[in-house]
C-alpha cells in the first residue's frame, strides 16, 4: 500500500523532486545513469531535428514552436541534470588526484553547454538550427566522457560508492 502511495506521489512531483531510487551496487548505478543518458540523448535529438526540419523547410510558426520545445527542454532537463551531478558525484572525485582534472574538464563542458542554451534562447532561424544541432553534439560528447570515463572510474573507486552518490537522484537516473 505505502508502494502504491509512493508511486502516486512520484507520478505528480516535480522534477526537482526526488524518486528515492535506490541501487544494490555500482555497476546497478551505472546502468542506469548509461540509460537515462541514452534516453536524453534520443530526446535532445529528436528536438533539434525537427527544428531543423521546420527551418529547411521555411515553415516559421513550426520553427517558432519547436524551438520554443527545445528551450524548454534543456532548461527543465538538460540543465537540471548537470546541476543535479556537480555535487554528490563530481564533489567525490574531483578530490582524489586520479580525479580532478578530468571533473574540472567536465565542469567546463557544462559551462559550455549551459552557454550555448543561452545562446540558442534568443535565436532565431537557420542560427537557432544550428545551435540546436551544436547542443545536440555537445551533449553527446559529455555524455561518452561521463559513461565511458569519469563514471567508471567512480565505480570502480573503493572510496567513492557511486550507488550512494545517485540514490533518489531522478535527474540522473530517471523515475
Ligand atoms: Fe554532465
Ligand atoms: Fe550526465
Request: aromatic content about 4%; charged content about 25%; some cysteine.
Amino acid at each position: 500500500m505505502a508502494h502504491t502511495d509512493e508511486e502516486h506521489a512520484r507520478s505528480h512531483s516535480h522534477a526537482h523532486s526526488h524518486s528515492h531510487r535506490a541501487f544494490d551496487n555500482d555497476d546497478d548505478a551505472l546502468a542506469a545513469i548509461e540509460e537515462h543518458h541514452t534516453h536524453m540523448l534520443h530526446r535532445v535529438t529528436a528536438l533539434s531535428d525537427a527544428l531543423i526540419a521546420a527551418v529547411a523547410g521555411g515553415d516559421g510558426g513550426t520553427a517558432y514552436d519547436e524551438h520554443a520545445t527545445l528551450v524548454a527542454w534543456c532548461e527543465d532537463e538538460l540543465i537540471p541534470h548537470a546541476v543535479a551531478e556537480e555535487g554528490p558525484l563530481y564533489g567525490p572525485a574531483r578530490d582524489t588526484p586520479e580525479g580532478r582534472l578530468l571533473v574540472e574538464g567536465m565542469l567546463l563542458d557544462h559551462q559550455t553547454i549551459i552557454g550555448l542554451v543561452e545562446e540558442l534562447r534568443p535565436a532565431e532561424g537557420a542560427r537557432a538550427a544550428a545551435l540546436g544541432l551544436v547542443i545536440t553534439r555537445a551533449f553527446a560528447l559529455h555524455l561518452r566522457k561521463e559513461n565511458e570515463l569519469l563514471f567508471p572510474y567512480i565505480a570502480r573507486n573503493p572510496d567513492i560508492s557511486l550507488a550512494e552518490a545517485v540514490a533518489g537522484l531522478e535527474e540522473v537516473v530517471g523515475q
